[in-house]
T-cell receptor
Framework: DAKTTQPTSMDCAEGRAANLPCNHSTISGNEYVYWYRQIHSQGPQYIIHGLKNNETNEMASLIITEDRKSSTLILPHATLRDTAVYYCIVRALLTGANNLFFGTGTRLTVIP | DAGVIQSPRHEVTEMGQEVTLRCKPISGHDYLFWYRQTMMRGLELLIYFNNNVPIDDSGMPEDRFSAKMPNASFSTLKIQPSEPRDSAVYFC????????????FGDGTRLSIL
């Protein structure tokens, strides 16, 4: 699976949009981009995933560049409860290969 | 809907003792994963099952670790004998087979070996 690069930490003001970038320049055509987050003392929580097109759900939006070498997770109105470590993961859909490689992620701090 | 359920949430025991961690996956999910998280190594996959059959156990650190899935609704991870370096948070996750379905995690078991 392709490796990802994320900033170590970011701050965001409460109520503002949080834009979390991720570089995955070696991504292959059959690899999806997944975003998870981990709030202190809890298990990782799935947020969203996509292949080529931008995606939106009740939690966030995922913007994938046309060349698919980078993506941005957008939390439209950040709240204090969004403070967490956010992981960007790239994974291919291969039979029997369902591992998720969690890197170091981005520690997002939402500031009141 | 019930998520992935793990027990116990916390376990403290002395080295040399047997430790058993338990996981109930989301009903209908046919993949089950065991992960370990430490400050030094982050989240690591230990083993995963498909339809109750172990598929890849290459992440299991050594023979002291074993995992079973006797049925679709229950899995265990055992450490025998336990050592202080096994102290970590152990997570269980489950997912559906089809396509790009994401994994859903439990809240983990925080294990401390004294």
């Amino acid at each position: 699976d392709a490796k990802t690069t994320q900033p170590t930490s970011m701050d965001c003001a409460e109520g503002r949009a949080a834009n979390l970038p991720c570089n995955h320049s070696t991504i292959s055509g059959n690899e999806y981009v997944y975003w998870y987050r981990q709030i202190h003392s809890q298990g990782p929580q799935y947020i969203i995933h996509g292949l080529k097109n931008n995606e939106t759900n009740e939690m966030a939006s995922l913007i994938i560049t046309e060349d698919r070498k980078s993506s941005t997770l957008i939390l439209p109105h950040a709240t204090l409860r969004d403070t967490a470590v956010y992981y960007c993961i790239v994974r291919a859909l291969l039979t029997g290969a369902n591992n998720l490689f969690f890197g170091t992620g981005t520690r997002l701090t939402v500031i009141p | 809907d019930a998520g992935v359920i793990q027990s116990p949430r916390h376990e403290v025991t002395e080295m040399g003792q047997e430790v058993t961690l338990r996981c109930k996956p989301i009903s209908g999910h046919d993949y089950l994963f065991w992960y370990r998280q430490t400050m030094m190594r982050g989240l690591e996959l230990l083993i995963y099952f498909n339809n109750n059959v172990p598929i890849d156990d290459s992440g299991m650190p050594e023979d002291r670790f074993s995992a079973k899935m006797p049925n679709a609704s229950f899995s265990t991870l055992k450490i025998q004998p336990s050592e202080p370096r096994d102290s970590a948070v152990y997570f269980c996750a489950s997912s559906l087979t089809e396509g790009s379905q994401p994994q859903h995690f439990g809240d983990g078991t925080r294990l401390s070996i004294l």
